[in-house]
C-alpha cells in the first residue's frame, strides 16, 4: 500500500487525504495546531468546486451545507442601491455559499479517526512516503525551500467579515456594492444567516480602535440591508485581515516526490471566489492522477502542468478583477454597466467547466 504524507489540515490538504484514502492510500496528515479550531466565515463553492467534491467523495454532503444562490439577483451595486450589473442566473445555478467551519467539519469527518495528527508540523521529507502533499498554505514552508519562490505580497486592501447570529431578509439580492476604494459583499448561507464582508483599501499595519465600530462607521450609511446584517452580527466575532497573493507564479508545483497544493501553489486574492475551488480541483486531479498509477514520476509531472496551466491564469484575474473593484476611478462603473450579460455569463461557464483528467 502507497503512503502519502500530506501537510497541513486545511480544505485542500483535508480533500487530497479522503480521496486518496478512499482509493486505497495509507495517508497521515500532519497539522501543527494543536487541534481543529474550525473558524472563519464563509466562502463560495462554485460547479467546478462540487465537481471536485464529487471525484472525492463528499459532494452531497457539502452541497447540505450551503442553500442555492441561483434564486437571488447577483452582481454589482452602488453605495445608494442601483444595480450597476447583475449575473444570469443560470450562470450561477449551482453556486453554493457555505460556512468555512462547516466545510472543515464534514471533510474532517470524513476521514478516519487518527488520521489527522495535530499538534505535528512535519516538512516534505519524503523518507517513508511515496508522495507528499505540501498544503501548508500560503507562507508555505515547503515553497520558501525551493528555487525561485516568488515570496508573498500584500493585494493593497484588507477586509472584514462576519456571519449574522440570526436569519436576515436580504430582499432576494447578492453579490457586492462597489464604492471608491470600498466594496461591501453580502450572501446567505444555507440556515438563513448571512455571511458578509467588507473591503478597503488600506496600509496593512493599518490600526482600528473598534473593528466593529470602523465597518459601521465606512458602510453604516450604505443601502439597506448592510446596517441590519452589521446590527445582527456579534462584534465580537468581526475579524480582519489583510488580502495577500504569490508575487508572481511559481515557477513549479513539483519537486522529487513532493508536490503543492491550494494556495501554497497558487494562492490568490479572493475576487474571483476561486481560492477554496483551485485548492479542491488540485485535491481531485491528484487523487484520479495517482489512482493505480504504475510511474509516479509520471503523474507527479503531470499534475505541475495541469494545475499551473489552469489555476496560473485565474490567478492572474483575480489580481486584476480586484484592482478593478477597488478602483477608485468613475470610469469604474461605466465598465461594469457596459459588459454584456452574455460575457460575464461566459466567462463564469469558462471558469466552472472544469473537468478531472481521464483516469
Do not use: C
Not at 482509493?23 to 472563519?40: N, W
Not at 442601491?81 to 442566473?89: D, E, I, S
Not at 490568490?268 to 485548492?279: I, S
Amino acid at each position: 500500500m502507497r503512503r502519502v504524507k500530506v501537510i497541513g489540515a486545511g480544505i485542500g490538504g483535508l480533500a487530497a487525504a479522503i480521496g486518496l484514502r478512499r482509493r486505497g492510500f495509507q495517508v497521515e496528515v500532519y497539522e501543527r495546531a494543536d487541534g481543529p479550531g474550525f473558524v472563519g466565515a464563509g466562502l463560495s463553492l462554485f460547479a467546478n468546486g462540487f465537481t471536485a467534491l464529487d471525484v472525492i467523495g463528499v459532494g452531497d454532503e457539502v452541497r447540505a451545507l450551503g442553500g442555492p444562490q441561483s434564486g437571488l439577483v447577483a452582481g454589482q451595486r452602488r453605495p445608494d442601491g442601483p444595480w450597476l450589473a447583475t449575473v444570469p442566473p443560470p450562470a450561477i445555478h449551482e453556486l453554493r455559499v457555505v460556512h468555512r467551519a462547516d466545510l472543515h467539519r464534514v471533510l474532517a469527518d470524513a476521514l478516519e479517526p487518527g488520521t489527522i495528527r495535530y499538534g505535528s508540523p512535519a516538512t516534505a521529507d519524503p523518507a517513508g512516503y511515496d508522495v507528499v502533499v505540501a498544503a501548508d498554505g500560503i507562507r508555505s514552508a515547503t515553497r520558501a525551500s525551493w528555487p525561485g519562490d516568488p515570496g508573498v505580497r500584500y493585494s493593497g486592501y484588507s477586509t472584514w467579515r462576519g456571519v449574522t447570529t440570526r436569519p436576515v431578509d436580504i430582499g432576494g439580492a447578492a453579490g457586492e456594492t462597489v464604492g471608491r476604494g470600498e466594496r461591501f459583499g453580502m450572501a446567505p448561507l444555507g440556515d438563513g444567516r448571512v455571511y458578509w464582508f467588507a473591503v478597503v483599501t488600506m496600509p496593512l499595519d493599518a490600526v482600528f480602535a473598534d473593528d466593529s465600530l470602523e465597518v459601521r462607521r465606512r458602510f453604516g450609511g450604505w443601502h439597506a440591508p448592510i446596517a441590519e446584517l452589521l446590527d445582527a452580527t456579534d462584534p465580537a466575532t468581526v475579524f480582519r485581515t489583510g488580502i495577500h497573493e504569490l508575487a508572481g507564479p511559481a515557477p513549479t508545483f513539483r519537486r522529487g516526490r513532493t508536490v503543492l497544493l491550494g494556495d501554497a501553489a497558487h494562492a490568490m486574492t479572493p475576487d474571483l471566489g476561486q481560492g477554496a475551488n483551485q485548492a479542491l480541483e488540485d485535491a481531485a486531479t491528484l487523487t484520479v492522477l495517482l489512482d493505480g498509477a504504475d510511474d509516479l514520476d509520471e503523474v507527479l509531472t503531470a499534475y505541475d502542468r495541469l494545475r499551473r496551466r489552469r489555476t496560473q491564469p485565474i490567478a492572474r484575474r483575480a489580481h486584476l478583477m480586484g484592482r478593478l473593484m477597488q478602483s477608485r476611478n468613475p470610469l469604474r462603473d461605466a465598465v461594469l454597466r457596459l459588459t454584456p450579460g452574455r460575457a460575464v455569463a461566459g466567462q463564469l461557464a469558462r471558469l466552472q467547466s472544469w473537468k478531472p483528467p481521464a483516469a
